[in-house]
């Protein structure tokens, strides 16, 4: 039964904060056929406890529709405060984001969606990211502020057959508020500790009889958490600024257009991590950290992270802009509707970072700055009504393009801390040592997509699905090394002249270039990837009664190949790079999904349950070998990825004037075989043994953390992915009483999450545990209906310490820093609507 419109609706006693229901009928959402607008077309509840999607003149609850999915209305943001992505997290167990800054950040869903780490351009996320039906290419394009935001849906398992984008872990989707033909605005302020400040203001009406508009804007500015003692500046500061405008037109009671445009700008100084603890590696003791920072005289100002002081010697910045505009078409052919999306979109990115972690001037230059611009094409047409066959089938087209200009500069620490022997005592060596890349990605995608709905009964349904994708990708990495100072070291280098410049050295000299080619490796590539596929769903459900719901889903996806853009590791013999590396196969997915949905006492308790096994050959994983040239890491295969786990989500209101809500997740994720994987910290940095013909490792290494000889790779199988939690669960509640008017209340609300311990390393490592932490938020206010809202709020009430993510410093010096998530933050908000 595929929807035209959705829009949700909870009557006084619909499902309090977050709607988190195991369900399916978003999976149309982004690939809804979206009736004309008529200016009544709201959805209410049919029942206490329900939330109603109302598809083209019928109203249905999203309890009987089988996929799982999770809603979060306009109401639960606000009262949460969840105006980003990486604040939905602590509503939705299944979801992880993570962010080292803006660029570097990954949604995932089950444990899956983006490899762990720092990006590359070359690769695509497991999550599509959607606003207004359009979907985001890159997710860095997805950390802006929300901005007059109606619902956010995420819905979790393999995707393809009703979206435009093919996506194997799932889908987060946006929908903002609709221009309304009748006038009405709202204006929201608030107030906090760290000074901050937050103003949001919508306001929409008629122009015409059939001319609608809607503005709305929003900023955010706060001082950051984080003291940086060397300049006196405080870093993880919030600066966002973001309007949004809309115009619907209705020329006929058949027609519509909906024209949007949106513009943010994000200038933060952000995002640090700095030291965390230390994990002994085989380097040579006297080459790791403390040996090191000994013989600079170094100390960071606190051994304990959460002392929020550091004092990063490089600029730090995070400025992104980000904009575009969508067009929405509509048309009703009176048994079916015909949609299309037409979007444009743009994501500059400006940052400063500081690579080395420390004080100490190692590397003193590391950016990317990059401009993406991306169109998409989507056209969908959706059978009208209830009908014994339904059916939704579309094609979808986008392109992208992604410019990237990088550069990495070496600082009069670096020869001391990266180099060994005679080379390392002279500061001459790699001071000034500087790699600018020029780095080039375009990406076109197309594919034809379809979806059938058969009534077998009147409570069995079967619903197939099926997609013919093709990806194509080519890219262009060059990167040219250079030394001009003034020194007897000097030189440019490039992929033509390397050779020959090596040629030309003997003796001393000689050892000094390589040591400063092996430091930044020149190297030029243009890696290319093409491939068709095809995949398929189907989901059989059936209704046992008007309130339980059952159904069984198998899914077969995949996520398209990539090339790698972030530079590529040595090759064996050090000589050049390893071109094998250039690209990565295709994750070809295999899903198994049963759910059971169920409501009881007239719909005042709601539980739901789901379990899934998930497959996943040619897992592309993030890693990095530990040497000194790769500090972003590239992109692999592991054989084979398990992830399987089950999912709950309740609701019970006992009283009109009490609400409680819980939901959690199992997820169980492993690399089932993955031999050639990367070695965790305490295995790397000594000498790399040698492998035979059959790739069998000559020699016996060294103990973990124990100097000596190294494996140059690792058989991880049956280990945990990274940045996957083994149980979460969020929960809470509200409890009110009237007072004064018949709509004035007082309201006390508590909503707390809770994440066990997860690995922050692509192999998982003694010393990269993050562990399990909860968090507590607490609001108190007076509210009368939608006019007036008046509370305090405080987040992370008990001033929980924890991780964000942990990293390694390259080279093996057994540095592991941090990104400690925000301390207790309180505030002030109030908001007013007409």
Not at 5 to 25: G, M
Not at 434 to 450: D, E, K, P, R, Y
Not at 658 to 671: H, I, N, P, V
Request: net charge neutral; proline share 5%; with cysteine.
């Amino acid at each position: 039964m595929y929807k035209n419109f959705i829009r949700l609706a909870a009557t006084a006693s619909t499902l309090p904060f977050a709607a988190l229901i195991a369900n399916p009928a978003f999976a149309q959402a982004p690939a809804q056929a979206t009736a004309p607008a008529t200016a009544d077309a709201s959805a209410e509840a049919s029942g206490p406890g329900d939330i109603v999607v109302t598809a083209r003149r019928r109203e249905e609850s999203l309890q009987s529709v089988p996929v799982a999915l999770s809603v979060l209305d306009s109401k639960t943001l606000d009262a949460t405060g969840a105006f980003n992505v990486n604040r939905l997290q602590q509503q939705l167990p299944s979801v992880q984001f993570f962010s080292s800054n803006p660029r570097n950040s990954a949604i995932n869903i089950r444990g899956l969606g983006a490899p762990f780490g720092l990006t590359n351009d070359g690769i695509e996320q497991g999550v599509g990211f959607y606003v207004d039906q359009v979907y985001i290419g890159r997710i860095g394009a997805s950390t802006l502020d929300f901005v007059d935001v109606e619902r956010v849906e995420v819905l979790r398992g393999p995707q393809g057959t009703l979206y435009g984008k093919n996506t194997t872990a799932g889908a987060l989707n946006i929908t903002t508020k609709k221009p309304s033909f009748s006038p009405e605005g709202q204006a929201e302020f608030s107030l906090g500790n760290y000074h901050f400040v937050q103003l949001k203001a919508t306001v929409s009406g008629p122009i015409t009889d059939n001319l609608a508009v809607r503005l709305s804007g929003s900023g955010t500015r706060r001082d950051g958490t984080v003291q940086n003692v060397l300049t006196g500046t405080d870093l993880q500061r919030q600066d966002n600024v973001g309007v949004r405008g809309s115009l619907l037109w209705k020329p006929t009671d058949t027609l519509d257009f909906t024209l949007s445009g949106d513009f943010n700008v994000q200038n933060p100084l952000c995002c640090v991590q700095y030291y965390a603890r230390l994990a002994p590696t085989q380097r040579a003791t006297t080459r790791q950290y403390n040996a090191l920072a000994a013989a600079f005289g170094y100390r960071p100002p606190s051994y304990n992270a959460f002392d929020r002081v550091t004092d990063l010697d490089a600029n730090i910045n995070s400025r992104q802009e980000i904009g575009g505009v969508s067009l929405v078409a509509n048309k009703d052919l009176g048994s079916a509707t015909l949609t299309s999306v037409t979007a444009y979109r743009y994501w500059d990115w400006k940052p400063a970072n500081d690579r080395d972690f420390t004080g100490l001037p190692i590397t003193t230059v590391s950016q990317n700055p990059s401009q993406q611009r991306q169109f998409s094409q989507e056209l969908r047409l959706a059978s009208n009504g209830t009908n014994k066959l339904d059916y939704t089938v579309g094609a979808f087209f986008f392109t992208q393009t992604i410019n990237t200009q990088g550069s990495q500069v070496q600082g009069s620490a670096a020869s001391r801390w990266l180099l060994t022997g005679a080379d390392s005592l002279d500061p001459r060596v790699l001071n000034g040592l500087t790699s600018t890349n020029t780095i080039h990605f375009s990406n076109q995608s197309a594919a034809l997509f379809g979806k059938l709905n058969w009534a077998a009964t009147d409570k069995l349904h079967v619903q197939p699905g099926i997609r013919l994708n093709y990806d194509k990708k080519s890219g262009y990495y060059d990167a040219v090394v250079s030394l001009q100072t003034g020194s007897p070291y000097d030189f440019v280098a490039n992929a033509d002249n390397v050779a020959a410049l090596l040629n030309s050295k003997t003796g001393a000299a000689k050892t000094t270039l390589q040591n400063q080619l092996n430091t930044l490796a020149p190297q030029r590539y243009s890696p290319e990837f093409s491939d068709w596929n095809l995949s398929g769903d189907i989901n059989v459900s059936y209704d046992f009664s008007r309130d339980v719901h059952g159904y069984a889903t198998y899914a077969y996806s995949f996520k398209s190949g990539g090339i790698n853009l972030s530079g590529l590791p040595l090759n064996s013999t050090s000589t050049g790079v390893d071109l094998t590396t250039q690209t990565v196969k295709p994750e070809k997915v295999n899903n198994f999904e049963v759910g059971l949905k169920t409501q009881f006492f007239d719909r005042k308790l709601t539980l739901n349950v789901a379990g899934y096994w998930t497959e996943i050959s040619d897992y592309q994983a993030t890693v990095n070998n530990n040497a000194v040239n790769v500090i972003r890491g590239y992109l692999a295969n592991a054989d084979k990825v398990r992830v399987r786990g089950f999912e709950f989500d309740g609701s019970v209101r006992p009283t009109e004037w009490l609400s409680l809500y819980s939901s959690g997740s199992y997820t169980d994720a492993k690399y089932v075989r993955f031999k050639n994987a990367p070695c965790s910290p305490e295995r790397t940095g000594g000498t790399a043994l040698p492998v035979d013909a059959n790739g069998n490792v000559i020699g016996t290494p060294a103990a973990p953390g124990v100097p000596g000889n190294s494996l140059p790779y690792c058989d991880i199988s049956g280990q945990v992915l990274p940045g996957v939690s083994k149980w979460a669960f969020s929960f809470g509640g509200e409890v009110h009483v009237p007072v004064g008017s018949s709509q004035g209340q007082v309201y006390l609300g508590y909503d707390g999450s809770y994440r066990s311990r997860f690995s922050s390393n692509p192999s998982p490592s003694d010393y990269m545990w993050i562990h399990g932490y909860s968090l507590s938020n607490f609001r108190v206010g007076y509210r009368e209906g939608t006019k007036l809202n008046i509370f305090g709020w405080v987040r992370n009430a008990f001033n929980q310490n924890y991780y964000e993510l942990l990293q390694t410093q390259s080279g093996s010096t057994g540095l592991i820093v941090g990104q400690p998530g925000d301390p207790r933050t309180w505030g002030l908000t109030v908001k007013t609507s007409f």
